[in-house]
């Protein structure tokens, strides 16, 4: 039986088991014209039967002998017949089952996501099986999103389903440290490396073996220091401050940034190098305004979070909240909703956020404005704003449901700063 799925395997066979296996030529044309044709074809040293299946003919199933004495009849054609009937329908079985298992597989990794991610937006859907398809990786990953899209988030929930989740997660934020600290907080050091070098410390790279290493606010990182995790990167090991011996580092690096570190490669403040070796994997956020309604869901999960925190009993957002909520712009994005919501609970006097209860800085955002061009701006979000909110966030399908280009609607999204 031969596949043809460019694959050749030649089985020799013989029609009685008094005569021995003999080497048999093949007919690589009958094989050919059977399969196009789908129709048997018979001489009295070969028989070739095309192999059924659900689509079409799969391959054949080709008999031959070299012994005039026992030519092929009839006989032989409608066993070989039965042989190809059973053989095709074994084969579609196994197939189909390959396919189950396979879709299986996929169900099974989607239902055991483990995220703390909240939506169902289409742009929440795919930020979580992209998520899923990284994690099912080992690769170094480079999270790029907005300030306040939820990137430690996503990082966390990259090594949770991935195979290193029984391992640690260690997080640091390059922008947070100077830069004469970094390297030891990296790298860490041995005992009197430096002045107060009392004993020897491990850094976050021995730390994190085995597990995952979050490098958050990775393009705030010195030209100079930039060289040195290029060559962990590199080289998968480091030295510690003061020491000698190399040390095999076995981590995951996922890093991430608000920049956009293309345009600081081209401004020769972030190595293109470096850029490469963070990025085989990429993942960015999509900003809370091309969420629609999720804004409301995350809203609801922040008040029920913060209202069991605080021993408050607030239920729930009012509808005069809620349009304020999906008013605004959210520069801050995820962060700038919980601060604010965490802010509600507090002033909250009744069992509802209420308007009064939120931040004026929403309030002074969704107040009427006041100049045509800000009259004309908020127009032009508002409309935008209730299409993203239709579509799932899907701005090529808000762009098609308000008879636009999606290229004018990109342009005008970052003009008003959605």
Not at 1 to 10: A, I, P, Y
Not at 78 to 91: C, F, K, N, P, Y
Request: glycine share 6%; proline share 4%; with cysteine.
């Amino acid at each position: 039986m031969l596949l043809m799925d460019g694959t050749e395997s030649v089985q020799s066979m013989s029609v009685d088991r008094k005569y021995p296996l003999r080497p048999v030529r093949m007919s690589k044309a009958m094989m050919e014209r059977v399969y196009r044709q789908g129709t048997a074809m018979m001489s009295a040293s070969m028989i070739c039967i095309p192999l059924p299946g659900s689509t079409g003919c799969r391959g054949v199933v080709y008999a031959a002998t070299s012994d005039r004495k026992l030519p092929f009849d009839a006989r032989h054609l409608e066993l070989m017949t039965v042989i190809a009937d059973v053989g095709g329908l074994a084969l579609e079985q196994a197939i189909r089952l390959e396919r189950m298992e396979s879709e299986n597989s996929v169900l099974r990794r989607d239902m055991e996501m483990r995220t703390e991610i909240v939506g169902d937006s289409d742009a929440i859907t795919k930020l979580v099986a992209q998520i899923a398809q990284v994690a099912a990786t080992d690769s170094t990953v480079l999270i790029q999103g907005e300030t306040g899209t939820g990137k430690e988030l996503i990082a966390r929930s990259v090594h949770q389903n991935s195979r290193r989740h029984a391992g640690p997660f260690i997080a640091i934020n390059c922008g947070a440290i100077t830069e004469s600290m970094i390297e030891s907080e990296l790298f860490g050091y041995e005992k009197g490396a430096f002045t107060g070098a009392v004993v020897q410390k491990k850094g976050k790279f021995e730390l994190a073996s085995g597990g995952t290493l979050f490098l958050d606010e990775v393009g705030e990182l010195s030209p100079a220091f930039q060289v040195k995790l290029l060559r962990v990167l590199q080289e998968r090991e480091i030295e510690r401050l003061g020491g000698t011996k190399t040390i095999k580092v076995n981590i995951r690096l996922i890093a991430a940034t608000n920049r956009d570190l293309e345009a600081e490669v081209t401004r020769g403040v972030f190595r293109h190098d470096l850029l490469y070796r963070l990025k085989v994997l990429t993942i960015v956020p999509p900003p809370l305004r091309a969420c629609g309604d999720d804004i409301l869901r995350l809203a609801r999960h922040f008040v029920a979070r913060y209202s069991r925190e605080m021993i408050r009993h607030v239920r729930g957002i009012s509808p005069e909240a809620e349009q304020m909520l999906l008013s605004f712009d959210w520069p801050g994005n995820v962060r700038q909703l919980q601060n604010f919501i965490e802010h509600a609970i507090v002033e909250a006097s009744t069992d509802m956020v209420r308007p009064e209860d939120l931040p004026k800085e929403l309030s002074a955002n969704t107040a009427i404005p006041r100049t045509f061009q800000e009259i004309t701006d908020a127009a032009q979000r508002d409309v935008i704003q209730k299409a993203l909110r239709k579509t799932g966030g899907n701005v090529k399908d808000a762009a098609r449901l308000l008879d636009l280009n999606p290229t004018y609607i990109y342009r005008l999204m970052k003009r008003l700063r959605m």
